[in-house]
């Protein structure tokens, strides 16, 4: 194997673990890659409505129908963005639940982060993504 060979292989590698499931959470302030609940409820807990702080969690690469999820939240009163993956036909589709309660925003992100899915979310309010 030639010099250059070591570094192709090593690239290769590289590709193939960006293709691997994994949480991250981000936030106007930081990313965590596999984040453990308490830090997710956390970035909830200090969402604004301005988006200078908003939470962002997803599951990237997972296949599931919502691989990211969005909050941001005033008075206690939050609106939740659910968005499918590219690869997914509804791509570009916001699925909006506006004015909802810190509670329930809560249960919505718990159930997406322990289980993968955002319940009713084709029931919700669809906004088109700006490109």
């Known amino acids: ?9 090593d690239q290769k590698h590289q ?17 965590i890659i596999d984040p ?23 599951y990237m690469h997972s296949g599931i129908e919502i691989e990211v999820i969005q909050v941001v939240g005033e008075d206690h009163v939050y609106r939740f963005e659910a968005l499918p993956p590219k690869s997914s036909d509804d791509y570009g589709k916001i699925f909006v639940n506006d004015g909802i309660s810190y509670e329930e925003t809560l249960k919505l992100c718990e159930d ?20």
């Not at 982060?113 to 919700?124: A, E, M, P, S, T």
């Open 1 to 9: 194997m030639g010099f250059f060979d070591f570094f192709k292989r």
């Open 15 to 31: 590709e193939q673990v960006s293709k691997d499931k994994y949480w991250v959470l981000t936030t106007s302030e930081d990313e």
């Open 36 to 58: 453990v609940w308490e830090q997710v409820k956390g970035a909830i807990d200090h969402a604004t409505p301005d988006r200078s702080m908003f939470a962002s969690l997803g």
């Open 112 to 131: 997406f982060y322990k289980h993968q899915r955002v319940v009713g979310f084709r029931n919700l309010p669809i906004e088109k993504k700006k490109f």
